[in-house]
């Protein structure tokens, strides 16, 4: 579906408004969706999916999915977290997975960026080299 610029630029507006210190407030964003949805503005379907793209993309950004071969002492855990708190601000949510095919070391994952540290990704950049 196509977004007109106003509608696009209107759903920025109402983006920017859920924002309390650099983050959207859940609470904010919903009740900005619903009254929206309530007024039903000229082209109002568009940019409450404008609007939803922007949120999800935000959450996206303040979410990190860290996978290791094995579980991760407390401490590491603990250090890993701060450190992505420190590289991407406060905010965000970090879970952790055990995935045994990584074979060692971590991939870590945050919205788009993906470092990849693991024993398996070094061995598959290895094998596309050769």
């Known amino acids: 579906m196509k977004i007109s610029k106003k509608a696009r630029r209107d759903a920025k507006a109402l983006y920017r408004s859920c924002q309390v210190d650099g ?3 859940e609470q904010r964003a919903r009740m900005a969706a619903q009254a929206v949805a309530e007024k039903k ?3 109002y379907l568009p940019i409450l999916a404008h609007f939803a793209r922007l949120v999800r993309l935000d959450l996206a950004r303040r979410t990190a999915v860290v996978q290791s071969a094995r ?3 407390e401490d ?3 250090s890993v977290a701060a450190q ?3 590289r991407y601000g406060p905010g965000m949510h970090v879970s952790f997975e055990v995935r ?3 074979i060692g070391g971590l991939r870590v994952q945050v919205g788009n ?3 990849d540290g ?3 990704g070094r061995l598959d950049a290895l094998g596309k080299e050769l």
Do not use: H, I, K, T
Request: proline share 8%.
């Open 100 to 102: 045994e095919r990584l």
């Open 23 to 25: 983050m959207v407030d």
């Open 113 to 115: 960026d993906v470092y």
């Open 84 to 86: 992505l708190g420190r």
């Open 118 to 120: 693991s024993v398996r």
């Open 71 to 73: 579980p991760l002492a």
């Open 41 to 43: 503005p000229r082209n």
């Open 76 to 78: 590491l855990r603990a």
